[in-house]
């Protein structure tokens, strides 16, 4: 309601992009740390359920950004949107993957899912095992 309210407020005088209460904007996304810790795929189920997804990381700016936001929340590392399906990394908001920082990489076959280290890049692990993660969303425009 507060988003569609400032939207009619600025519709005639400039086109603008809001992130939702909570979310923090950095130039055309929104993103949301969420601390519970959940696996890969629950996570991913609580993106959604934001109208959300897994965030993905487009470009070094994102990352610098990301570390940053997840530095400044106390964590050392969350989920971001990586997985990898038969031996190819996908973004889960089917973004272009063209963009990588990996620190280390294990076996994809065993470790499919991938999180961002607060203080280096990126690692996979187990899809399974239970981090934090950053959500992000595109922003409302109007």
Same mark, same amino acid.
């Given at each position: 309601? *507060?988003i569609?309210?400032?939207? %009619?407020?600025?519709? %005639? =005088? ?16 929104c ?12 996570a ?8 959300a997804?897994?965030?993905s ?8 950004f ?8 106390g964590?050392?590392?969350a989920?971001?949107? +990586?997985?990898? %399906?038969?031996?190819?990394? =996908?973004?889960? *908001? ?33 899809c +399974? ?6 959500c ?7």
């Amino acid at each position: 309601q *507060d988003i569609k309210q400032r939207c %009619f407020l600025f519709v %005639f =005088l400039t086109e603008r992009a809001y992130c939702p209460p909570g979310w923090i904007n950095y130039r055309s996304r929104c993103f949301q740390i969420v601390r519970s810790a959940m696996s890969w795929l629950n996570a991913e189920k609580h993106c959604v359920s934001l109208r959300a997804s897994l965030a993905s990381v487009q470009n070094p700016d994102e990352q610098y950004f990301l570390q940053n936001l997840i530095a400044s929340a106390g964590l050392p590392l969350a989920w971001i949107g +990586a997985y990898n %399906f038969q031996g190819t990394w =996908l973004w889960i *908001d089917r973004a272009g993957f063209y963009y990588s920082n990996w620190l280390s990489l294990s076996s994809v076959s065993s470790y499919p899912c991938a999180y961002m280290r607060s203080n280096a890049g990126w690692s996979n692990t187990n899809c +399974a095992s239970t981090l934090s993660f950053v959500c992000s969303i595109n922003p409302t425009v109007c």
